[in-house]
């Protein structure tokens, strides 16, 4: 089923406000990362991590105030999920069993009455933290050389290669500088683990399918239409492939947005990472990548003697 039979966007035409909207998030999202610093999770800074939940709603800030002392130093204490639901994060260096015990402890001595249960708690060394963001940041750099490898090798000119790459960081930080600027207001988790670098690379898997679909058109139109302007070529190619692309981002945004909405505390970050994803990846294939290879295609031509 297409969309779109006979679309007509001229998405190049527009390619100067989208660079100028894609600067100003990319900009914004590099300052706000080195301003505030990133979010890590248990996973990639050490220390103890617990889930309570509560019969009765309950301050985070109360529960902070009273586990100051008998933690040695101000744990992270936020909702997780629901009123009635709190997440405690701890660097103290005892025991797992004995942090509990300290926890637990000053909640019942501070409110009467209460009645929680621990729904999960979790421990990871300082040492082996450092370890896993390390592997966890190659990751990431490892697979966007690969990329620019592989454009390379599949359509034997760099600027492709060039745009490709770009609209991959490009995701990847924006989506960052929105996790780092939401950590502290939503309820749910967005803090870096384990489970957001799988979805950093499932971002960047899916958003480079979509590139190179694009990329495709464009060389093979550029074969058919030899006589066709660039840009009107460009803009061919990109609506060529529109229906696809709009149909494909759709059913996978509906997928990961069922996912956030029914798919538990633990997966919500995951998939809310997804949900940036798919939409900064279908704007970033229509009007980074491709108009970024043609920018550079055309720089090219012109300096040639």
Known sequence: MRWFETPNFDFLGKRKIAYSLSSILFVASLAIILTKGLQYGIDFRG?????????????????????????????????????????????????????????EGAIRANISGASFSMEKSDSIGPRFAEDLKGAAAQ????????IFLYILIRFRKWTFSVGAVAALVHDVVITLGIFTLLTDVVSFNLLIDQNIIAAFLTIVGYSLNDTVVVFDRIRENKLVHKGMDTIEMFNKSLNDTLSRTVITSLTTFFVVTILFIFGGEVLKGLSFALIIGVILGTYSSLFVASPLVLELDTKKTLNKP
């Open 47 to 103: 220390g103890k991590e617990f889930v309570y939940a509560f019969d009765t709603q309950v301050k985070t800030e109360d529960i902070r105030s009273f586990l100051n002392e008998p933690l040695g130093s101000s744990p992270e204490v936020k909702l997780f999920g629901s009123d009635s639901e709190i997440l405690i994060r701890t660097d103290n260096d005892l025991g797992t069993d004995e942090v509990q015990n300290l926890i």
């Open 139 to 146: 990751s990431v750099v490892y697979a966007i050389v690969i």
